[in-house]
């Protein structure tokens, strides 16, 4: 190394000009700094309560609604009429209704103004008579009027000349009164006696 002073030559290792005495070499003396740790950024909070009411209301609509499910053999009850309606029922049940013969006995059943998901549910067993058979038919009133004095009528539900049958009829929202038919008309002596489990459910 050279003096930057007098520019004399010296060894590396030395720390003073031999000629001038200038400093030439020190030791470093640096101080070294200490990493500087990463800044962390702080987590917002989370809104705790919100956040666990909002699972509870789901978890209830989901019960809820399976629940209704179940309780409820109508299939085509809409989730809305479910979650946000309450369900009504009228039942027609009989363990032993007897039909005289050339005659018919009949269940009302009244929709009122709003229902919507209505249904006819259930079933009969008849007995009596050589065929054990009963007629079921299911008629607005009009139609049953019609009906009883042999002229043209619709029918939600027909069984024809049955033994035994099951009810599963969706009828239309029309706020009326409807009719459950058992007829036995077509025989001359016998009467029949029928096992009747009717449900019509409704949502208002």
């Known amino acids: 190394m050279f003096c930057p002073k007098c520019g004399?030559?010296?060894?590396?290792d030395s720390q003073f000009c031999r000629k001038c005495g200038n400093t030439i070499?020190?030791?470093?003396?640096?101080?070294t700094s200490a990493p500087l740790k990463p800044e962390t950024k702080k987590k917002p909070l989370v809104r705790a309560p919100f956040a666990?009411?909002?699972v509870l209301v789901v978890i209830f609509?989901?019960?809820a609604y399976n629940a209704s499910q179940h309780s409820n053999p109508n299939s085509n009850v809409s989730t809305i009429d479910q979650l946000t309606k309450q369900q009504h029922m009228e039942t027609a049940a009989n363990p032993a209704l007897v039909v005289g013969p050339l005659s018919?006995?009949?269940?009302?059943?009244?929709?009122?103004?709003?229902?919507s998901s209505v249904l006819i549910h259930g079933d009969f067993t008849a007995s009596g008579g050589l065929g054990n058979d009963i007629e079921v038919l299911f008629l607005s009133e009009t139609d049953l009027v019609n009906w009883r004095?042999?002229?043209?009528a619709k029918a939600f539900y027909s069984s024809g000349k049955v033994t035994t049958g099951n009810l599963n009829?969706?009828?239309p929202a029309i706020a009326g009164t409807y009719y459950l038919v058992f007829n036995n008309r077509f025989s001359l002596l016998a009467q029949k006696s029928v096992?009747?489990?009717?449900?019509?459910t409704y949502y208002q």
Do not use: C, W
């Open 8 to 12: 004399t030559e010296h060894p590396d």
């Open 25 to 31: 070499g020190t030791a470093s003396t640096t101080p």
């Open 52 to 54: 666990i009411l909002g």
């Open 61 to 63: 609509l989901i019960y």
């Open 104 to 115: 018919f006995y009949s269940y009302k059943f009244d929709v009122p103004q709003g229902a």
């Open 149 to 152: 004095n042999g002229h043209p």
């Open 169 to 171: 009829v969706n009828i």
């Open 195 to 200: 096992r009747v489990n009717a449900v019509m």
